[in-house]
């Protein structure tokens, strides 16, 4: 048998589907010659975007030699990139600590312990991501292993520099006018702005965040102490806020509407997406779907 036939699991991560959104965006987005095209990236292997920065993360560290399988790795996750890295980790044979506050959803830590990761659940109310984030760092100096640190490590954004970003030019053919992300640590509109801009630097980079008192999973506006060092204000040119409530009935509609049974924050992207849509002409407006509407099924959101 020639096993050089056939792709490992870890060769499928990426080259994810672009498609366009038939009817949320409405005739009069369509009269203005606007179309808006999803990024399915929860058709990665383990379900979301996050599987590039993983996979970026331990294959760049394993080339400097910073790493070797059978180290133990530890990462304080929203959740996502927690499966990410179970996964790559379970592919490369790493042992893996996550840590995450404990009031993120059931399925996010089932999903960790099936790919054989230890989980350490923090409780929400001492201050949730900055609270693991901080005793992740704690456990690395006692020796217990080794932080990737989402939030800090420039092989987070570079996954998107090396994948997101030409995907999405030669998916276009070099006609995206806008990218629209929601932003967690960052990585991914880091990423793909810095790309994009370096083909055409008039590509419109907008980031969608939550609005003050909203909770959507995985991503943050971040206080300014907690900003993610990986973040450049300059490689974004507007901000939308959005509502979780919004967010929330995009999340229905996106799922009932066109058929594509995205994340809440995925919805929000598009809130945002539609926005810009409706300042605009003749423009080729792409939005991140982050991860699957499965992975929120606990939740209720998806019950009204
Ligand atoms: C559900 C969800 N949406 C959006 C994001 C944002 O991605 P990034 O961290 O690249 O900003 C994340 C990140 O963890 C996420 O889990």
Redesign the pocket.
């Known amino acids: 048998m020639n096993t050089a036939t056939y792709p490992t699991i870890e060769q499928t991560v990426g080259n994810t589907p672009l498609v366009r959104l038939q009817r949320i965006p409405g005739a009069d987005s369509d009269a203005r010659g606007n179309v808006i095209l999803a990024k399915l990236e929860g058709n990665n292997p383990a379900g979301?975007?996050?599987d590039r920065?993983a996979l970026s993360m331990i294959r760049h560290a394993e080339a400097r030699g910073e790493i070797r399988p059978g180290d133990t790795l530890i990462e304080a996750?929203?959740?996502?990139?927690g499966i990410a890295l179970a996964m790559v980790a379970a592919m490369r044979g790493y042992r893996m600590i996550l840590i995450m506050p404990d009031n993120l959803s059931l399925e996010r830590r089932a999903a960790m312990t099936a790919y054989g990761a230890q989980l350490i659940l923090t409780p929400a109310s001492k201050g949730g991501m900055e609270y693991a984030r901080d005793l992740a760092l704690a456990m690395q100096s006692e020796g217990k292993g080794k932080v990737l640190d989402?939030f800090a490590n420039p092989d987070?954004p570079r996954a998107?520099i090396e994948g997101t970003g030409p995907e999405l030019w030669t998916q276009t053919g070099g006609r995206i006018t806008h990218f629209v992300?929601?932003?967690?640590?960052?990585?991914?509109?880091?990423?793909v702005s810095t790309y994009l801009k370096s083909q055409n630097p008039a590509v419109q980079v907008i980031g969608a965040q939550p609005a003050e008192g909203s909770q959507?999973?995985?991503?943050r506006k971040w206080p300014e102490a907690y900003l993610p060092a990986i973040f450049d204000r300059s490689r974004i040119d507007g901000y939308e806020s959005i509502e979780q409530t919004e967010a929330e009935s995009m999340a229905r509609r996106l799922a009932a509407e066109e058929g594509i049974f995205g994340?809440?924050?995925?919805a929000g992207a598009l809130v945002a997406a539609l926005r810009v849509s409706a300042r605009v002409e003749n423009a080729t407006i792409v939005f991140?779907v982050?991860?699957r509407g499965d992975?929120y099924l606990s939740t209720g959101v998806f019950n009204t």
Do not use: E
């Open positions: 979301s975007v996050k920065p996750t929203s959740g996502n990139t989402q987070n998107h992300s929601a932003m967690g640590t960052t990585g991914t509109i880091m990423g959507i999973p995985g991503i994340g809440i924050s995925s991140i982050c991860d992975r």
